[in-house]
């Protein structure tokens, strides 16, 4: 079971107005209920719950165990199940079995996601690697394997949602897309949430992030033969608050050390949240180097845009967080970037997206920026509704198509 939650335009702003649960940060309105439960979604199949649920819901005391069995369509294919919550944004928990339970503790709806089969074919998917537990929550990342995969170069993705909400299933979709052609090994990460929205009592910050994003990656790269991986050629990509992370992560692979982020005045280095038994912070930064592309989509890359995370810290600090603030020297390092946004995107803007690529150029990194007409944000999310994954089908997968052919000219020179 995961968690999988919907990015709207005005997030950071409408959650600092919700009351959130220590246990996973999703609203809790009435905890003592009972709670009303609707079927959801159930697009191109159908669920049977017990305890029956009638069409117009039925209120349930808490801690009632829903049994849910699947069924899809003719021609269709179960993804998942899942429990959805509405309290400002919908809340997904995902099962990935067709008989599954759900603890009711909330209002909810439950329901299943189906798909064309083609989509869950020609790979396998190894779900909740366990890669570290710095805090409450458990990080955990999915890979997702083409079939006779055999030291293929690996892409990393990193999941959006303002540094606060969603898991590695919201990538899910993308991962697929660039998994399928066989080209690439795919990983799916999550990281711990900024603040205090996990429920930790010491607030993580986006030091923390960053580390959480090496530690994936090193653990990633130590169990490569197990997933078909060349461990020394990764790109990474992710969207919105990932793509801010996976242009951190690409940038400042030389900031990867043992000195402490600000023990010590003016040094601001990242020891990975994990890293290999016996590995040393120089061994992990070489390794690091691994990574040889990167394609951020709809991002946060300027100073402005992170520095509300630190503003008791020295600027130094703030700046360690900002990609283009660390843009390596091509002459020592070249890290190609693809810049991915939507023309209709109300998040995050076109200006700053454009003066990150005007950096890199004026750098003397190789740069693109590919403007997606139309698109608003989010369009390479993939959730159980059905608007969502149409504005993936739309947007995302012919882009996720040229992000692929990006990649190619790094991987697959000819």
Known sequence: MKTVH?????????????TLSAQNGRPVRNPDGPFKVTIGECTHGRVEVTPAIPADGIELPKGTVLKIKAYP?????????????????VYYDEYYTPEFEVTVNTTCSVGASFVEPERLQGYKCIRDVVYAKPGVKTLKYDAFIPDGAKKLPGVVIIHGGGWRM???????????????????VVFSIDYRWIGNADGDAEPNTMTDIIEDCYGAILHIQEHAKEYGLDPKK?????DSAGGHLCAAVANMVELVGDGGFGKTPGVYQYLPTYMPKGMSAKKARKNLLAIKAVAPNYGIFNLAGVQRYGRDLPLEAQK????????????????????????????????????????LKAAGQEAYYVKVPGAAHAYYDWKPDSATK?????????????????????????
Do not use: H
């Open 390 to 414: 149409a504005t993936f089908v739309k947007y995302g997968e012919p882009y996720a198509r040229q992000m692929e052919d990006f990649f190619n000219t790094v991987f697959y020179k000819k």
């Open 320 to 359: 360690a967080w900002a990609p283009i603030e660390n843009i390596p020297s091509p002459k020592k390092r070249k890290i190609p970037q693809w810049i991915n946004r939507g023309t209709a995107d109300n998040v995050v803007s076109d200006e700053g997206n454009q003066e990150y690529y005007d950096a």
């Open 6 to 18: 919907l990015f709207a335009s005005a997030c950071i702003i409408l959650l600092t107005s919700l």
């Open 166 to 184: 969603n898991c590695e299933d919201v990538m899910k979709g993308l991962a697929r897309e660039l998994c399928k052609d066989g080209k690439y």
């Open 234 to 238: 990764l790109a990474v990509t992710g």
């Open 73 to 89: 369509d003719p021609g269709y294919a179960f993804e998942c199940g899942y429990m959805a919550q509405n309290g400002g944004f």
